[in-house]
């Protein structure tokens, strides 16, 4: 956005955001997938000092909840129509899910959902962004 405009924008502030808080659920699912070879390689990750998960959970929802209101935000600034708002919320809201699920299951299978979920999360909210505007 700011390559193409040449100048830093709200816009672009709030693409940061988007990649921000979604980058964080995201990695802490891979983090908690494999917090037992992070713990033997010696590397202090908040998914291997937080052994019951319950810290890392609260992360997680909070960053994707974040991440429901950034991605909202190009639909409320105009540069995004109604179908983009809808499409950003009805994605966030499944991603809030996930990790809401991981937060309950503790499992390496919830994990691997919320890894899955955030894959297909930002490209597909990305595809809505340009459609949007076509």
Known sequence: WTAARNEITLEAWVLFAVLFFWQMPHFFSLAWMYRKDYARAGY?????????GSTTSIHMIVYSTLLLFASIAPGVLGSAGVLYIIAASLLSTAFIASTVHLSVARTNEAARRVFFASLFYLPVLLLFMIIDKL
């Open 44 to 52: 202090k990750l908040l998914t291997v000092v937080d052994s019951s």
